[in-house]
């Protein structure tokens, strides 16, 4: 099969690693990308040799040589543009959050099994070695039953540039929750294998960002109004089907002693997972004591290295997306919640009642 052509839409930081990735894998290359900044999008194309440069998403996606587009551009644009990508019958790598809210993530799922097209969402911290070895210990029944998760990614000062996209409710759809909440979230599904979310109870702040601190610095976009109307933290209970429960604890920013802690730990009838140190806790046979294992990284197949791979191995026919529409919908599903029962001051219901 011939190397596939990939477009990116958004040439902001995110974009370097996309280039990068997908120009490090055998049967995939980026041969264009688009951005309304010219100034941008022309470092991205002399970094990594992108001779077709758009300074409009519309005209990437009409050029008939590209089979594929990857976006990471701000999220207020990712389901107008995965549709787009999906109609003009291209594949689509999406960054995440998926979009907006549900309601227009299901559209994008409806629209990419419409067409056939392989579109998946970006979620890259599932393929980190350490988590790949907990899954397949986890899918070995060495944890045993998992009855409860704790995810977490709590940031002392990590809120991307102020004034840009990322603080703004009309652009971002949400703050730390859709940023880095929706990594940890998906994770910590993805280990305990349950996209079933019952209720949802959660709550949202903005405590720092609103008083013009807690700037981490990530992000390339252009400062504008100094507005921020997202949240900086948030926290949730989530219950799933078959009783098992998960928290979350995500912030921007906030009073704590490190410059960022982040993990999924998994309590299961025989051992605990600490999924990104990859370690497993449990009681030893009689007289052994505690054991704290770390097993050895299992080596993750090829077309599973990267989140790029995997949509090019999966576009090629040689796996599956690793996440999958479903998947990506509950996840979405549950962040919405999370905002409503933050409103509401009441758990959200989702499963039957
Ligand atoms: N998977 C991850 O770990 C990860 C990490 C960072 C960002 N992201 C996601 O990637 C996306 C981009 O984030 P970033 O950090 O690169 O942001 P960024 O601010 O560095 O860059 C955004 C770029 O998008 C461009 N842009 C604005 N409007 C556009 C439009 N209509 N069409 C095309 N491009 C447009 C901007 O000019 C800018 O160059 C976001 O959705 C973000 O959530 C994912």
């Not at 990104?276 to 770390?294: H, N, S, T």
Request: hydrophobic share 40%; with cysteine.
């Amino acid at each position: 099969m011939k190397t596939l052509r990939v477009g990116l839409i958004g040439a902001g930081q995110i974009s370097y690693r996309h280039a990068a990735e997908i120009n490090e894998l055998s049967h995939a290359e980026v041969i264009a990308a688009a951005d309304p900044n010219r100034e941008r999008l022309e470092a991205l194309g002399e970094e990594h040799r992108i001779a077709r440069l758009y300074e409009k998403a519309e005209d990437l996606i009409a050029d008939a040589d590209l089979d594929a587009v990857s976006i990471a551009a701000p999220n207020a644009f990712h389901a107008p543009y995965a549709l787009a990508a999906l109609d003009a019958g291209k594949h689509v790598m999406l960054e995440k959050p998926f979009a907006m809210n549900y309601g227009e993530a299901q559209k994008v799922a409806e629209r990419a099994e419409m067409t056939g097209k392989v579109l998946t969402v970006g979620m890259n911290q599932r393929f980190v070695p350490a988590v790949q070895t907990m899954k397949a210990r986890i899918e070995e029944g060495d944890a045993g039953e998992i009855y409860h998760g704790k995810a977490f990614w709590l940031r002392r000062s990590g809120i991307p540039r102020l004034g840009t996209w990322f603080s703004q409710k009309e652009l971002a759809g949400g703050g730390v929750l859709f940023d880095i909440g929706v990594h940890l979230l998906d994770l910590c599904l993805y280990l305990m294998d349950n996209f079933e979310p019952e209720t949802v109870s959660g709550a949202t702040y903005s405590k720092f960002g609103n008083r013009g601190l807690g700037e981490g610095g990530w992000g390339m976009s252009d400062r504008g109004e100094q507005v921020f109307d997202v949240d900086d933290f948030a926290t949730a209970m989530i219950r799933l089907k078959g009783g098992a429960t998960v928290t979350l604890d995500v912030s921007w920013a906030m009073h704590i002693d490190r410059p960022s802690r982040q993990n999924v730990e998994l309590f299961g009838t025989e051992a605990g997972i600490n999924a990104l140190e990859g370690k497993l806790m449990r009681y030893g046979d009689a007289g052994e004591g505690f054991q704290v294992i770390e097993p050895p990284n299992v080596q993750v197949p090829g077309p599973q290295k990267n989140r790029f791979a995997n949509w090019i191995g999966s576009i090629r026919g040689e796996t599956e997306p690793l996440c999958t529409l479903p998947q990506a919908l509950a996840v979405q599903r549950i962040l919405d919640a999370i905002y409503e029962s933050s409103i509401t001051e009441r758990e959200v219901r989702l499963g039957k009642e």
